[in-house]
């Protein structure tokens, strides 16, 4: 059976999936899923039936439907190993996931619009009081990341040596988000060196948010 992506172009969880998929060069059919706040299909039964929480991207497979985007990254990877997005040596391993869960559990969650849009309407923040809870979070993620590459010690191009890991498939989604936002990430001067060489990869190139068909033509 084919693998069925419910996705959408703007969505950094997505884009992690897109990256694996193409990295590991396996087919896949493209689904998209309007999250954008004129339609919202993702909060409508169709796809509630798919994922309960509502939230993108969902990979179907054999019958299967997955959430969250670590365990579809890791469920590729053990039935496509090749190339592996995890290093071998199980220290170096755990390196990786940590990275990578920084961004997914202590990082995303708190800039998610859907948090942001909480706050505005649950607790009255301002325009200017959102933005310094974003910049505020986006600091302390992004100094920490930079700070875990640092430690690892290795001399790159990417996070963890001189091939993608699943790192880099997190990092670029949320570091392209801060600075379509105009963030100050001069700070952050080993995160914006992998980003560079990410973004000149042919996989990350294709799972790019203006490589997918439902990118807007007048965007």
């Given at each position: 059976?084919?693998?069925?992506?419910?996705?959408?172009?703007?969505?950094?969880?997505?884009?992690?999936?897109?990256?694996?998929?193409?990295?590991?060069?396996?087919?896949?059919?493209?689904?998209?899923?309007?999250?954008?706040?004129?339609?919202?299909?993702?909060?409508?039964?169709?796809?509630?039936?798919?994922?309960?929480?509502?939230?993108?991207?969902?990979?179907?497979?054999?019958?299967?439907?997955?959430?969250?985007?670590?365990?579809?990254?890791?469920?590729?990877?053990?039935?496509?190993?090749?190339?592996?997005?995890y290093p071998s040596d199980p220290?170096?391993?755990?390196?990786?996931?940590?990275?990578?869960?920084?961004?997914?559990?202590?990082?995303?969650?708190?800039?998610?619009?859907?948090?942001?849009?909480?706050?505005?309407?649950?607790?009255?923040?301002?325009?200017?009081?959102?933005a310094k809870w974003y910049i505020?979070?986006?600091?302390?993620?992004?100094?920490?990341?930079?700070?875990?590459?640092?430690?690892?010690?290795?001399?790159?191009?990417?996070?963890?040596?001189?091939?993608?890991?699943?790192?880099?498939?997190?990092?670029?989604?949320?570091?392209?988000?801060?600075?379509?936002?105009?963030?100050?990430?001069?700070?952050?001067?080993?995160?914006?060196?992998?980003?560079?060489?990410?973004?000149?990869?042919?996989?990350?190139?294709?799972?790019?948010?203006?490589?997918?068909?439902?990118?807007?033509?007048?965007?």
């Amino acid at each position: 059976m084919t693998y069925r992506l419910h996705t959408f172009h703007a969505n950094s969880a997505g884009r992690r999936v897109r990256t694996a998929l193409h990295l590991k060069n396996i087919p896949f059919e493209y689904v998209s899923v309007d999250i954008s706040p004129g339609s919202q299909e993702q909060l409508g039964a169709a796809y509630g039936a798919i994922n309960p929480m509502r939230l993108i991207p969902a990979l179907e497979h054999d019958g299967v439907i997955l959430t969250e985007s670590l365990a579809i990254i890791e469920y590729l990877e053990e039935l496509h190993p090749d190339p592996a997005l995890y290093p071998s040596d199980p220290m170096k391993k755990a390196q990786v996931r940590a990275f990578a869960m920084t961004v997914a559990a202590a990082i995303h969650p708190l800039n998610n619009t859907r948090v942001i849009k909480f706050l505005g309407q649950e607790y009255q923040f301002d325009q200017a009081a959102v933005a310094k809870w974003y910049i505020n979070w986006a600091d302390k993620g992004l100094f920490a990341l930079e700070t875990l590459v640092a430690r690892a010690g290795t001399k790159g191009p990417y996070c963890f040596g001189e091939a993608p890991t699943v790192a880099d498939l997190f990092l670029v989604p949320q570091y392209m988000n801060y600075q379509k936002l105009g963030l100050d990430l001069t700070a952050y001067p080993r995160l914006k060196a992998i980003v560079e060489t990410c973004n000149a990869h042919p996989a990350f190139i294709k799972a790019a948010p203006e490589n997918q068909p439902d990118f807007p033509a007048d965007a």
